[in-house]
């Protein structure tokens, strides 16, 4: 078992910078590229895009933010973890969450690069169900699909 003992809790606008800084520090490990929106049109996308079509729920330890996922009951639309705490369970937590709630059915896109992300979706149960480039950074990407038993 990990020493870590977090908390998940729905998104609150106090956690916008921490959670955007979190945010763009692991996308930008997982695909090798600087994002490529401001902080500021970031936490504007957090606060005020994001949540018209998902809800978000935070990871926290000790009030840090560690994670962040947005989703509703089809699709998940953001999944990211602190890069110091990869692999410890958060993002499996989040996950099992948004499934118990979801329509028995999700779908998400993921990078093509981002090969921790593939491993991670392929062992909780998602298949690939597309490939393409349909997002801003203009990289291949893999859409996948989760379906209940």
Do not use: C
Request: charged letters at 25%.
């Amino acid at each position: 078992m990990n020493q870590y003992k977090f908390i998940i809790t729905p998104y609150i606008p106090s956690y916008a910078e921490q959670t955007v800084e979190m945010w763009r520090d692991s996308k930008e490990r997982a695909i090798g590229q600087k994002e490529i929106h401001s902080i500021e049109n970031h936490i504007n996308f957090l606060n005020h895009i994001l949540p018209e079509q998902f809800q978000i729920d935070l990871a926290l330890i000790d009030d840090k933010v560690v994670g962040m996922i947005a989703y509703n009951e089809r699709e998940i639309s953001q999944l990211y973890i602190h890069i110091d705490y990869q692999g410890i369970g958060i993002g499996q937590a989040l996950l099992n969450k948004v499934k118990e709630q979801s329509s028995g059915r999700l779908t998400l896109y993921t990078f093509e690069v981002n090969e921790n992300a593939q491993r991670f979706y392929g062992k909780n149960g998602f298949k690939i169900i597309g490939r393409g480039h349909e997002n801003e950074e203009n990289l291949p990407d893999i859409q996948y699909e989760w379906k209940s038993k």
